[in-house]
């Protein structure tokens, strides 16, 4: 490399970090305003771990978060599991939001900072979210109205754009409007955003029936070991099973998820609400059976899924076991054992509640045996007479 190269890419690097300072610089101005610089919103003296219940309520719907035997729950989902880790991680962020500006208005102008209270009275765009933190005895700890986001205009841009920086609050205990520096994007009184989205995933799988209302497209699917192919038993000449369906099958199994949890407890009989009713039985070489009911409600696939599982209590030697294998052997299948009773134990508590499934995931699950077939193809044909 010649010197002159050398010394312009110094000065190019110098410059880049002179550049760099001044946007920090300029940035860091833009949160030294007139009420003060990072002073917390909150009490020192609030517990976050005192905290017991999160309530969220906006103008079109509100959510109650619960602590229930030391675990997290949503009420409106009759008590299911909430994402812990979601609900910490906010509580802290709300413990430790940083005011950077008390802002002078009086109460007629609360709505254009979306300050007032969501009451059917007021208009939308001048309400903002309540947030109330109860302890275990129902007694409020604080209540917090979340308003209108701030945005600062971004440096040199040619068009004038802006990015949201913070978040217009105000505690109900003091009545006075601050900026904080947070934007609170986590803030949501949709129960669903709440939930944990842990659930179960079938994998291994031996065997699935398919069952609807017409008996002559149910259909079996199954094989042998783990690496066959799935095959339908007794296929008409001319017909082959359609792997590419059947795998779409497999991977809506493999990665199973919810939209939300279905509030009401139905019985999966076709009725009135019940437009459709399909139920899928899955075996899996691990033993597992799942039966999976669905029911189209609305317009919206709701499925419920029963576990059981025949685990084994004691290893079966082979005939071709070492001897000074077996220790090891009887371990692995101990080990192996209790691994598989944590998983039907844990998937058997699936069970207790309904789900709200995806068109997609719907469609990739209610197959019948028309989809599963398909015609022998010429190349194919040619293949089986070689």
Request: glycine share 4%.
């Amino acid at each position: 490399m010649k010197k002159s190269q050398l010394i312009l890419m110094i000065i190019s690097a110098g410059i880049l970090v002179v550049i760099s300072l001044i946007l920090i610089k300029k940035d860091n101005k833009s949160w030294k305003r007139k009420g003060g610089i990072k002073t917390n919103l909150l009490s020192d003296s609030i517990d976050v771990n005192k905290i017991n219940t999160l309530n969220f309520k906006d103008s079109n719907s509100s959510v109650s978060l619960e602590k229930k035997d030391g675990k997290w729950t949503v009420k409106e989902r009759n008590n299911y599991p909430a994402d812990f880790s979601k609900i910490s991680t906010f509580v802290l962020k709300i413990k430790d939001l940083k005011v950077v500006d008390k802002i002078n208005v009086g109460k007629k102008q609360l709505g254009r900072l979306q300050l007032l209270e969501p009451r059917d009275k007021e208009e939308k765009d001048k309400v903002g979210s309540i947030l109330e933190l109860k302890d275990k005895n129902n007694k409020l700890i604080e209540k917090i109205i979340i308003g209108k986001m701030h945005h600062r205009k971004i440096e040199d841009s040619p068009f004038g754009r802006e990015m949201p920086d913070g978040r217009y609050v105000m505690l109900d205990s003091k009545k006075e409007p601050v900026l904080v520096s947070e934007t609170l994007f986590g803030v949501s009184s949709k129960p669903a955003m709440w939930l944990d989205n842990d659930f179960i995933k079938i994998k291994n799988v031996k065997s699935i029936e398919f069952k609807g209302s017409d008996k002559n497209e149910n259909c079996l699917i199954t094989k042998e070991n783990e690496n066959d192919k799935f095959k339908i038993p007794e296929l008409s000449e001319g017909k082959i099973e359609n792997q590419q369906t059947i795998n779409s099958v497999l991977s809506a199994l493999k990665s199973l998820t919810f939209k939300d949890v279905y509030p009401e407890q139905i019985k999966f009989k076709k009725g009135d609400k019940v437009k459709e009713l399909n139920s899928i039985t899955v075996k899996t070489f691990d033993n597992f059976i799942y039966t999976i009911k669905i029911a189209e409600i609305d317009k919206k696939y709701i499925i419920n899924i029963e576990t059981q599982a025949n685990i084994a209590e004691k290893r079966i030697p082979n005939k071709n076991d070492k001897k000074e294998d077996l220790a090891k052997l009887d371990k692995e299948f101990e080990l192996n054992k209790k691994l598989l009773k944590d998983k039907l134990n844990k998937e058997k508590d699936f069970s207790k509640w309904n789900y709200e499934i995806s068109k997609y995931t719907a469609e990739n699950l209610l197959k019948k045996k028309s989809n599963l077939i398909s015609n022998v193809s010429k190349k194919e044909k040619s293949v089986k007479k070689k």
